[in-house]
């Protein structure tokens, strides 16, 4: 994926196009893009060694990350340069839709980042956000089982 097609994909993404998200993903990959990879970044930004599925995170639904991680076939626990994953990403995030369907595909709910932050750091530990509940009881009772 080029940055043109990169920048695309992110702007579809941050104005919640789902359908030009995942045109944009899937052009991409049929150029021999892998969803494994950062997406390319310019100039250097932040978000270097974020994967579409970081991105997709953000979405309001998860369409864009179930694309990836099914049709795609995206891995779960990519990481990026400081070792967080989707899940731990999506938990500080406090996106639920993208925590839910990452353990749904299997995500590894013990992930550390290279700072040791764990999902219950990122998501139980922060201050309580009322607008966080539901994630907050589903990641109580997921840690518990």
Same mark, same amino acid.
């Given at each position: 994926?080029d940055?043109e097609?990169?920048d695309k994909?992110k702007?579809?993404v941050q104005?919640?196009? %789902?359908?030009?998200a995942?045109?944009t !993903?899937d052009?991409?990959c #049929?150029?021999g893009?892998s969803?494994? +990879?950062?997406?390319?970044?310019?100039p250097k930004s932040?978000?270097?060694n974020? %994967?579409p599925h970081?991105?997709?995170? !953000?979405c309001p639904t998860? #369409?864009v990350?179930s694309?990836?991680l +099914?049709?795609?076939?995206?891995?779960?626990?990519?990481r990026?340069?400081s070792?967080y994953?989707?899940?731990l990403f999506a938990?500080?995030?406090?996106?639920?839709p993208a925590?839910?369907?990452l353990?749904?595909?299997?995500?590894?709910i013990?992930?550390?980042?290279?700072?040791?932050?764990t999902?219950?750091d990122l998501?139980?530990?922060?201050?309580?956000?009322?607008?966080?509940r539901?994630?907050?009881?589903?990641v109580e009772?997921?840690l518990?089982t």
């Amino acid at each position: 994926m080029d940055t043109e097609f990169a920048d695309k994909f992110k702007t579809a993404v941050q104005s919640n196009d %789902t359908q030009l998200a995942l045109q944009t !993903l899937d052009q991409a990959c #049929a150029r021999g893009y892998s969803v494994n +990879d950062p997406l390319p970044t310019s100039p250097k930004s932040f978000e270097n060694n974020w %994967t579409p599925h970081f991105w997709a995170c !953000l979405c309001p639904t998860t #369409a864009v990350l179930s694309s990836i991680l +099914d049709q795609h076939r995206g891995k779960v626990d990519v990481r990026d340069s400081s070792g967080y994953t989707p899940l731990l990403f999506a938990g500080f995030h406090g996106k639920f839709p993208a925590v839910r369907c990452l353990v749904e595909h299997g995500a590894d709910i013990h992930a550390q980042s290279q700072y040791g932050e764990t999902l219950e750091d990122l998501v139980l530990k922060k201050p309580y956000n009322e607008r966080e509940r539901e994630l907050r009881e589903y990641v109580e009772k997921l840690l518990r089982t």
